[in-house]
């Protein structure tokens, strides 16, 4: 028995047509366009306004309701067409040539046509920032608002026009790093999501971006033993104090937001990016716990700055005592190293570096106390100051 043709994909805001299967009459339902969401966001298909015989019905059906000509029983006044395998890319044809001429003279509206990126990009932003029930950090507001600084090639085009070499091409061109990168591809998936529901474009152009780097992010240069001999000399500067309080962490400058102090117990809560990173405990070390009281005694927390202004202190402060310039993330790495030259158990370094283990036993089955942590980061001896 031959299968039944695949017909065209009609136009974002056309209406639809399903086929509900064999056995019935007039298999083909006949919805008109969406105009209602729920809170998620997700479209919630209308009632259908007919039921018919063969799909060029439904699509006839659809091009009156568009034009505003359609009334209750219109479908019954169409002519029988002939659907056999010879006249079925004949009806196909037809279909397609409608289509083009309809969306000549009725087309899409104007309003929608000529959105440029930055005006679908406000829409999103306020849809998914200001519209919906979930609360966004101000860091996640952050990182879309320069993932969009980063698209400034594309502001000005019309958003339908752009196609997947467009939105490659920015990607490529971006001379930031990796997770800058992913920033940029991950805000092209969100806006075609949101312009899908609003059918602000024919098709996902986003899908197949990529990032065209290697990852970087895990990429740095430990502080070296005379770089920390500067740092615990210096401890009471507020910029040496909490690359310290980084160094013999181990933690992302980012999860120091967020991050449960349990000074009674001697731990840290916390993390950010990964499963496996993510609300760990990490002990604190005996060396760096009067400079965490400290800072939660001053403060009330343990970083209170933005990473940006902080990364500036920072680089001003290594060049004034002396030390090559280094990230933020590089005293994750400087712990890493720690770890290794003391002899730390490698297993717990993962699990106190946040890393995620690939073998089932250590996955599944491998759990430690945080008393047996403390007495492995304890191996990690300070230097001796001169």
Not at 107 to 120: L, R, S
Not at 196 to 214: P, R, T
């Amino acid at each position: 028995m031959p299968k039944r043709k695949r017909m065209p994909k009609l136009p974002n805001g056309y209406g639809s047509i399903r086929y509900l299967g064999k056995g019935r009459r007039n298999p083909y339902a006949v919805h008109p366009p969406t105009d209602e969401f729920t809170e998620n966001g997700v479209p919630v298909r209308p009632a259908a306004i007919c039921y018919v015989d063969t799909w060029i019905k439904g699509f006839t059906v659809l091009t009156a309701y568009k034009a505003g000509n359609y009334y209750p029983g219109y479908e019954n006044t169409l002519i029988d067409l002939n659907t056999d395998a010879e006249d079925a890319s004949r009806l196909e044809e037809l279909a397609n040539k409608i289509l083009s001429d309809y969306n000549q003279f009725k087309g899409i509206a104007p309003e929608e046509t000529g959105k440029t990126f930055a005006e679908v990009y406000d829409g999103f932003y306020s849809w998914k920032y200001n519209d919906g029930k979930r609360t966004y950090s101000n860091a996640s507001k952050a990182s879309t608002r320069a993932a969009f600084l980063n698209c400034s090639a594309l502001h000005e085009k019309e958003f339908r026009s752009l196609r997947h070499d467009d939105l490659q091409e920015v990607v490529k061109n971006c001379p930031l790093k990796h997770a800058s990168k992913e920033l940029i591809v991950s805000l092209y998936k969100q806006m075609y999501a949101y312009a899908d529901i609003y059918e602000l474009c024919d098709k996902d152009y986003s899908a197949h971006v990529s990032v065209d780097i290697l990852d970087d992010d895990e990429n740095g240069v430990p502080f070296s033993e005379s770089d920390l001999k500067t740092l615990w000399r210096d401890k009471e500067h507020p910029v040496a104090e909490f690359l310290l309080i980084m160094c013999y962490s181990g933690y992302r400058i980012s999860a120091f937001y967020t991050m449960e102090v349990n000074l009674l117990d001697g731990y840290f809560r916390g993390g950010v990016k990964t499963a496996a990173g993510k609300n760990r405990m990490v002990p604190i070390h005996h060396s760096i716990r009067p400079l965490v009281e400290n800072r939660i005694n001053s403060d009330g927390c343990l970083l209170s700055i933005s990473k940006n202004t902080f990364r500036k202190k920072m680089y001003a402060y290594l060049e004034s005592v002396g030390i090559d310039r280094h990230t933020p993330h590089d005293c994750r790495h400087t712990f890493s190293a720690l770890c290794e030259k003391y002899k730390v158990n490698e297993n717990d370094r993962m699990r106190l570096l946040g890393h995620a283990f690939t073998d089932v036993t250590n996955k599944t089955y491998g759990h430690r106390t945080i008393d047996e942590l403390r007495d492995e980061i304890e191996k990690i001896k300070i230097p001796i100051c001169d």
